[in-house]
């Protein structure tokens, strides 16, 4: 069993030591190293922007009890998710990472081991992805863990893509694959019940093997950050969201802030067989996890049909799911069966009653 | 009595949208407007960085149960103070902020209303000491409210001032008054206490009149922005740090960070004659409010004798409080009556078991 280290045998300030350490990583960018003139050491970092580009700024948080299970989820893989939720909202602008930050509100039951393996976990996103960390906030909490982080990244300003340029005519695309996410949730809620329920806890052995692919989708997502580059500075898209809270509400999202409406056509939305298999398990639509599920960080993009050609032979990881219409044809699905729908405006809401 | 309205009643995309409206103030500072390109409203915001400056960027948290009381906090007040505690980190470098995100996990006792206390709070902040609120993420708890901030600030890199600067010989000064904030904590603490008891709590009237000054600052600390331009500007000190946890703990970062020693004299610690008064209610140590009690958001800093002279001419809001010494000589507090001994270090922990 993992040692269990309480926080108060070293304090706040002896905590803030040992994640100084753990931050102190290089990554491949050499620049990101150059141009940082003070990390975590005062109070505030202070770093050198690459002349010419602009900067992004995000901001997003994880919850216990909303974003995560600390029954089912590893530190690690939290520190990793968290990074790559946030790096995923700089590839959505087309940008790349630079410096980041983390505020943790803990809660007694976490340890020094446990924050280690957070840091672990944020430490191999940031290194795969270039980012450094550079500053924080460590406090206690009386109930739940929460965990924010913030991050700027860095584009050339004629290369920043906004939710606000589809236009009619743009084929809406997706990068990879959706809906396994929350498949991989489906799987560790059902084991974690099957657990708290089993008379013999001691033997029990979860069953996750099979399930493997959309497990590690939902517990380390890859923001594409890979993707981003290609269709920023390789070809142009017109228009480009991350897809955090389902497909649906991402294209509503879209299509608001351009003025457009969309036809997205149920049987191009990219999901692949184990989903298909863990929603079947549970007799669910597999294309309702890919609409409502969320958590993914693909990317939802719209783009000419030139455009389109070129990404093409670019990659092969896209698909086109529709198009974008004119605002007063709505937002519609389309049916395997040929019918059409409004599609309904839905995905992860926070405040849901 | 204040209305109370569910945020399930607008969902977390309504709430958005009012946060948007919230945030939609101008600063006076009009270059923060023309080179910010996209607020709150895609996946990261996105701005030009002024040409030649280098980019500051810090985060602070604040917890409910930990950093602050609902019972008597209001939302505006939180608001304010968390934006100031960051800002004083600004000040600290040096700098001025410029941009700012804010992330929120709300329990479901947080009503429409007072989000939109709070960011009536972070606004006024905002634009008295002008910055920008450009993105944020707004999310669920189940228990207690935990708010973050992350806000980046500009400098030109020949003024940045870190902790490290310290030389023996150095003065060592502090801007305003120290130990007020909690000293009007404990009054606060008090009526809440007095009002809990209170057999009928209807008619119960807080006794607040007297303590207003030590109340607003804890309620309400103004950053010293002020004081940070004219220090790094117009004179050169050669280290400085922000009093966030009480000026015995930040003594001893600095002088940890600066490789020094120091010697503080107890009689020239600024108090004020409220703080005093309210020590001697609770046969406390004023002093030791002073050392010990934090959030004041004061800067602490050290100076050459040459730059006192011209900096004394500038300001009279500043007290020369010891000397930086050789690290040899640690770090001590020479009492009234010319005893020294150690500078405890102290100052809120948040892991202290």
């Given at each position: 069993?993992?040692?269990?280290?309480?926080?108060?045998?070293?304090?706040?300030?002896?905590?803030?030591?040992?994640?100084?350490?753990?931050?102190?990583?290089?990554?491949d960018?050499?620049?990101?190293?150059?141009?940082?003139?003070?990390?975590?050491?005062d109070?505030?970092?202070?770093?050198?922007?690459?002349?010419?580009?602009?900067?992004?700024?995000?901001?997003?948080?994880?919850?216990?009890?909303?974003?995560?299970?600390?029954?089912?989820t590893?530190?690690?893989?939290?520190?990793?998710?968290?990074?790559?939720?946030?790096?995923?909202?700089?590839?959505?602008?087309?940008?790349?990472?630079?410096?980041?930050?983390?505020?943790?509100?803990?809660?007694?039951?976490?340890?020094?081991?446990?924050?280690e393996?957070f840091?672990?976990?944020?430490?191999?996103?940031?290194?795969?992805?270039?980012?450094?960390?550079?500053?924080?906030?460590?406090?206690?909490?009386?109930?739940?863990?929460?965990?924010?982080?913030?991050v700027?990244?860095?584009?050339?300003?004629?290369?920043?893509?906004?939710?606000?340029?589809?236009?009619?005519?743009?084929?809406?695309?997706?990068t990879?694959?959706?809906?396994?996410?929350?498949?991989?949730?489906?799987?560790?809620?059902?084991?974690?019940?099957?657990?708290?329920?089993?008379?013999?806890?001691?033997?029990?052995?979860?069953n996750?093997?099979?399930?493997?692919?959309?497990?590690?989708?939902?517990?380390?997502?890859?923001?594409?950050?890979?993707?981003?580059?290609?269709?920023?500075q390789?070809?142009?898209?017109?228009?480009?969201?991350?897809?955090?809270?389902?497909?649906?509400?991402?294209?509503?999202?879209?299509?608001?802030?351009?003025?457009?409406?969309?036809?997205?056509?149920?049987?191009?939305?990219?999901?692949?067989?184990?989903?298909?298999?863990?929603?079947?398990?549970?007799?669910?639509?597999?294309?309702?996890?890919?609409?409502?599920?969320?958590?993914?960080?693909?990317?939802?993009?719209?783009?000419?049909?030139?455009?389109?050609?070129?990404l093409?032979?670019?990659?092969?990881?896209?698909?086109?799911?529709?198009?974008?219409?004119?605002?007063?044809?709505?937002?519609?699905?389309?049916?395997?069966?040929?019918e059409?729908?409004?599609?309904?405006?839905?995905?992860w809401?926070?405040?849901?009653s």
């Amino acid at each position: 069993m993992q040692k269990h280290t309480a926080i108060s045998t070293i304090g706040e300030f002896g905590l803030i030591e040992r994640i100084k350490e753990l931050v102190n990583f290089r990554v491949d960018d050499a620049s990101l190293h150059d141009n940082l003139i003070m990390g975590i050491a005062d109070d505030a970092a202070v770093y050198r922007p690459t002349p010419g580009k602009v900067q992004l700024f995000t901001t997003d948080a994880f919850v216990e009890g909303i974003h995560f299970d600390l029954t089912f989820t590893a530190l690690k893989h939290l520190g990793w998710k968290l990074m790559a939720a946030n790096f995923s909202d700089i590839a959505a602008m087309g940008g790349i990472p630079r410096y980041a930050t983390i505020t943790l509100a803990l809660p007694r039951k976490i340890s020094i081991e446990m924050i280690e393996e957070f840091y672990n976990g944020a430490s191999f996103a940031c290194k795969k992805y270039s980012c450094l960390l550079v500053g924080g906030d460590t406090t206690s909490s009386l109930a739940n863990m929460v965990i924010s982080v913030a991050v700027t990244g860095e584009i050339d300003e004629q290369h920043v893509v906004y939710r606000t340029g589809a236009k009619p005519g743009d084929y809406i695309c997706v990068t990879g694959h959706l809906g396994s996410s929350v498949a991989g949730l489906k799987i560790l809620q059902r084991e974690k019940k099957l657990f708290t329920d089993s008379p013999n806890q001691d033997k029990f052995r979860p069953n996750l093997e099979p399930y493997k692919a959309a497990i590690e989708k939902h517990l380390m997502p890859e923001p594409r950050l890979d993707l981003s580059r290609i269709l920023t500075q390789q070809i142009k898209v017109n228009a480009m969201i991350d897809i955090s809270d389902g497909l649906a509400s991402e294209v509503h999202h879209l299509c608001k802030n351009s003025q457009v409406g969309a036809a997205v056509y149920e049987h191009n939305i990219p999901v692949e067989s184990i989903t298909q298999r863990i929603a079947e398990e549970f007799s669910q639509n597999p294309i309702d996890y890919a609409l409502y599920g969320g958590e993914e960080y693909e990317l939802l993009f719209t783009l000419g049909d030139d455009e389109y050609e070129k990404l093409e032979k670019l990659t092969n990881d896209v698909s086109i799911i529709g198009r974008i219409t004119d605002k007063s044809n709505g937002i519609e699905l389309i049916r395997e069966n040929g019918e059409s729908e409004p599609l309904r405006f839905g995905g992860w809401d926070h405040f849901k009653s």
